[in-house]
């Protein structure tokens, strides 16, 4: 989709913003009066609140030059920030994007304490994010049921600012894209050796990628990561990604790592048949890694980061490991496997010890779709975030915050690291009562990280997809890419020169 900044602007439809109180925004507000009043007319007959998201449409007003005048909240004024833009235009994009037009025009207005620039930047991103589809595997769609829009005139004064930062979210917005392509493609599709084949890719952005295959990791002593991988046809890969941007190519790098469970069947602790085909995505994780070292290397960020995505299918098999069976790690811990639907974390434990090992990080952060308990605990409207650094944790927080992409802080402590011990290893992979789970999730990960690193742990199980009907204006129906957004404003803020 083709984006412009432009101070005057056409086409077929033109979207304008409506606050809380039902009233227009001065865009509106000006295309009102040439419309001799058919516009608010349009909203008191809708009875238009100007609730975040709720729309008015209002077709061939005269006296205005577009077909279709559409009228989006943004809810209350004062309280209305960048993200509110961003959702305001993604609703915007949502709701034309296959309604005929071609080309629209949208007029967001200024808002308290958001530059102009700023406000044209995150209308922007809102258009693009919403425009996304996954199409891949759709032979027959009906041409109502296709996108007809091909082009966004964001219309303000002093675009050239906004076309500066364009390009750098742009950036962001393909690594995201590439996020959300990994987590909607089938996993008779996407399966280890065929993901990692697609970070191959990004060895024409500049980035270092290194693939493992199982006899390596063997030799590595990587026998929790395996143990899962086992009982599957298709054999484990371990990918790393390397993006030296800073002066010192040598410099400490930030490592990120990722779950990457390309199927979760639980194993011969076999999932229930509802939902299973959900576990196409249990590599949100690895996808969000993988969709951040695409967007730092696009926009060239100027920082040393490395992105680790343990890849395994978990399958019950002739030759999948058992409840009860005892892993080595790579660290040399020992592991008691009393679930092997409790997986993620055994791959975990290798790829975190892998990446603290070989790149001598200054700090570890790793997402997982880890525990069907953080969405108990948390829903889906906040990732749950484990941290042994309170730094690290509230720069992550700010991140978050930043980019809509909303974590919260889960404690940790002794009292639950106790409750993965056993008499027959080092420890066992689950707690074996239904406590905390998501906590347990995160102890376990944290006997891997080496005393004095910092490390976060993001549970994304509720967050890199939605399952329910919720209407994201940002979103498809299904994966969200959550967590791309999120890295490269932490690598932005935290990392870069
Ligand atoms: N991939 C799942 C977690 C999950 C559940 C992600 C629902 C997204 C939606 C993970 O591997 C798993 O099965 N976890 C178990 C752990 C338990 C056995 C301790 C769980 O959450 O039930
Ligand atoms: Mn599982
Ligand atoms: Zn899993």
Do not use: C
């Not at 235009?89 to 308290?112: F, H, N, Q, S, Y």
């Not at 595997?137 to 296709?146: G, H, I």
């Not at 962001?172 to 392509?181: E, I, N, T």
């Not at 070989?358 to 069907?372: E, R």
């Amino acid at each position: 989709m083709d984006i412009r900044f432009v101070t005057s602007g056409g086409g077929d439809a033109v979207a304008v913003m409506g606050g809380e109180g039902g009233q227009l925004f001065a865009a509106g507000q000006g295309l009102d009066s040439a419309a001799n009043g058919r516009i608010t007319r349009a909203l008191k007959a809708a009875r238009f609140t100007g609730a975040a998201g709720q729309a008015v449409d209002v077709f061939a007003p005269e006296g205005v030059d577009y077909e279709r005048v559409v009228v989006i909240g943004v809810g209350k004024p004062d309280a209305a920030d960048g993200m509110a833009v961003e959702r305001w235009a993604g609703a915007a994009v949502k709701r034309m994007l296959t309604g005929g037009a071609e080309k629209i025009a949208l007029m967001p207005d200024t808002l308290p304490g958001v530059a102009a620039a700023e406000v044209a930047a995150h209308a922007a991103m809102g258009a693009r994010l919403a425009a996304y589809r996954f199409d891949t595997y759709r032979t027959k769609m009906k041409p109502e049921q296709a996108p007809t829009l091909k082009a966004v005139d964001i219309v303000m004064e002093g675009p050239a600012a906004a076309r500066a930062r364009a390009e750098k979210d742009a950036a962001v917005v393909d690594g995201v894209f590439f996020a959300r392509d990994l987590v909607s493609e089938p996993a008779n599709v996407l399966f280890p050796a065929s993901f990692a084949e697609r970070l191959r890719d990004l060895e024409t952005l500049g980035v270092e990628v290194e693939i493992l295959e199982p006899a390596q990791m063997e030799k590595l002593g990587m026998g929790a990561l395996l143990g899962v991988a086992q009982g599957s046809a298709r054999p484990a890969r371990l990918v790393t990604m390397s993006w030296k941007g800073a002066r010192s190519k040598t410099g400490r790098p930030l490592a990120l790592v990722g779950k990457g469970v390309t199927f979760d069947t639980g194993g011969i602790s076999i999932k229930p048949a509802a939902s299973m085909d959900e576990m196409k995505g249990d590599m949100g994780g690895a996808a969000a890694v993988s969709g951040t070292m695409k967007a730092i290397a696009q926009r060239k960020a100027k920082a040393n980061v490395v992105g680790v995505v343990a890849l395994v299918e978990n399958m019950p098999g002739a030759n999948a490991q058992r409840p009860g069976d005892i892993v080595t790690t790579m660290s040399g811990q020992t592991i008691e496997v009393l679930n092997t639907d409790a997986e993620g974390r055994l791959i975990l434990a290798d790829a975190v010890w892998y990446a603290q090992d070989k790149f001598n990080p200054s700090a570890v952060i790793d997402l997982a779709t880890l525990t069907g308990a953080v969405i108990i605990a948390l829903g889906n409207e906040h990732a749950g975030l484990y941290s042994n650094d309170d730094e690290l944790a509230q720069a992550i927080g700010a991140a978050a915050q930043a980019e809509g992409e909303p974590v919260w802080r889960m404690p940790l402590g002794a009292a639950y690291d106790k409750l993965i011990d056993t008499p027959n290893a080092d420890m066992k992979n689950i707690a074996g009562k239904p406590v905390a789970g998501s906590i347990v999730g995160a102890q376990f990960v944290k006997r891997f990280i080496k005393e004095g690193t910092p490390w976060a742990h993001l549970d994304i199980a509720g967050t890199a997809w939605k399952s329910g009907p919720y209407e994201d204006p940002l979103s498809p129906v299904w994966a969200t890419g959550y967590g791309v957004r999120l890295l490269n404003r932490l690598i932005a803020n935290k990392y870069e020169e």
